[in-house]
């Protein structure tokens, strides 16, 4: 006797009179046979079969249902289950800490050491070498032999290169000179990499040392904010790259938004000429954004293409093309942009624009925070918690949820579940039907 698997296709029924309440209304699961015939197994040819729905899907849709019917209305209260922490979360602090928060924050440390060597060594290097293409010694100095990749690389395309070699034209035109000179492509670019993390180390050791040392509370936890959570996160997967994330659409026209409004009310304060010098740095620094990132990301993918060019791929090649990786995911830095977005909908109110007086609001609650985290724990541990403090902690701390409306719209969807148990019922009812079919055809 052939045995095929029965499917089944649930729908939902109300058992109750249409008129009763919303509360009051329950469903029920109901098996009926498709209308439409099928091709089934050799035998049962014109037999109708069933589709079946996942206890899961069924339960969820149960809940879909339940909050349909509780939130009918013309001004329900929809979002009673969440409220916002009256006392900004600092009760909650205390539990942030878990045990993983060790192994996070050492991997945090280590790819921010592995970044900041990596460019410092790669761009050093080429800097060195660069610099000494014309030099007709062979040596640089005195380290070794200008390398083949900085030869093979240093008239390939770039746009700053391009624009600083028209600047050269236009100023030996009118000068009247008449020798041209030509920029330095490569060691430009690795200039303004290495100078940009120069400034960002710089700011780094100026805020760490200013959170010891500064006489106001206030400035002392705000400096230690801006250094865990903003200046150790950018050294982690910095690069001039890492530029073109001011670049991205979706962020200029964010920062264009935000910008729009600073701009008119500083141009009603202090004039239009400021307003218009305002508008043409903004443009001049994005345009830069745009340029000297597109450059690096040529550059660096160049040095990457020389990294893996080769019959075997060395440690150190190994762990820059790994650099480069955790570099080009790290241009748009997705856990920021949320970061700032969850910020921007907690404290910009609704025309989400972070006014002065709005951003005084979240800078101080964040100084706050890392002093309660200090407070509460060890050194150890709320170093630990400050390395991989992300937008899920803050969620935490912020958000409430009311519990017993929580449950109740579950008890009164869900009620006891066991998907297994649910699934099996399905599988073995469909088996048993589909037997007792063939053995009355058999009879037949």
């Known amino acids: 006797m052939e045995v095929v698997a029965n499917e089944l296709d649930i729908e939902r029924v109300e058992s109750v009179d249409v008129k009763s309440g919303p509360e009051e209304r329950a469903y029920v699961l109901r098996r009926r046979s498709s209308s439409k015939g099928s091709k089934g197994s050799k035998g049962s040819k014109g037999r109708t079969e069933t589709r079946k729905t996942s206890s899961f899907e069924e339960e969820y849709e149960s809940l879909e249902e339940a909050a349909w019917a509780k939130f009918d209305e013309s001004y329900p209260d929809f979002f009673q289950v969440l409220e916002f922490a009256k006392d900004g979360g600092f009760s909650e602090v205390h539990e942030l800490w878990d045990s993983s928060r060790y192994l996070r924050a050492a991997l945090a ?74 920029s330095p ?25 200013a959170s010891f040392v ?38 200029v026209l964010c920062d264009l938004y935000s910008f729009a409004a600073y701009a008119g009310s500083r141009a009603e304060l202090d004039g239009y000429a400021t307003g218009f010098r305002l508008w043409l740095v903004f443009v001049l620094k994005k345009l830069m954004c745009l340029v000297v990132g597109i450059d690096a990301f040529l550059f660096k993918v160049r040095v990457a293409y020389s990294d893996i060019h080769k019959d075997e791929l060395g440690p150190w090649s190994f762990l820059s093309l790994t650099m480069f990786i955790v570099q080009v995911l790290g241009i748009v830095q997705l856990s920021m942009f949320v970061r700032d977005r969850i910020f921007l909908f907690i404290f910009g109110g609704e025309d989400s624009i972070m006014q002065p007086a709005e951003r005084a609001l979240k800078n101080i609650w964040l100084a706050m925070v890392v002093r309660k985290l200090c407070q509460l724990f060890e050194w150890h541990r709320a170093i630990a918690i400050l390395m991989t403090f992300d937008e899920d902690d803050f969620q935490k701390l912020v958000l409430n949820e009311n519990g017993d409306i929580h449950e109740s719209l579950m008890s009164t969807s869900v009620g006891s579940w066991d998907p297994l148990t649910e699934s099996a019922g399905f599988a073995s009812e469909g088996l048993l039907s589909r037997i007792s079919e063939d053995d009355k055809e058999g009879h037949q």
């Open 109 to 182: 440390l280590l790819m921010l050491v592995a970044n900041v060597g990596t460019i410092l060594i790669n761009d050093g290097g080429y800097l060195v070498h660069a610099t000494h293409l014309a030099d007709d010694q062979e040596d640089t100095l005195g380290i070794h032999p200008v390398d083949d990749n900085v030869r093979a690389i240093q008239n390939d395309y770039m746009i700053s290169g391009f624009l600083v070699d028209k600047c050269f034209e236009a100023f030996a035109t009118l000068s009247g000179c008449g020798s041209r000179m030509h």
């Open 185 to 209: 492509r490569i060691a430009l670019i690795c200039a303004i990499e290495l100078f940009l993390l120069a400034l960002l180390i710089v700011k780094a050791v100026n805020c760490f040392v």
């Open 214 to 251: 500064e006489k106001l509370e206030r400035v002392r936890w705000t400096k230690a904010c801006i250094f865990w959570w903003e200046v150790f996160p950018e050294l982690s997967s910095f690069s001039a790259m890492r530029l073109l994330h001011f670049a991205t659409p979706s962020v």
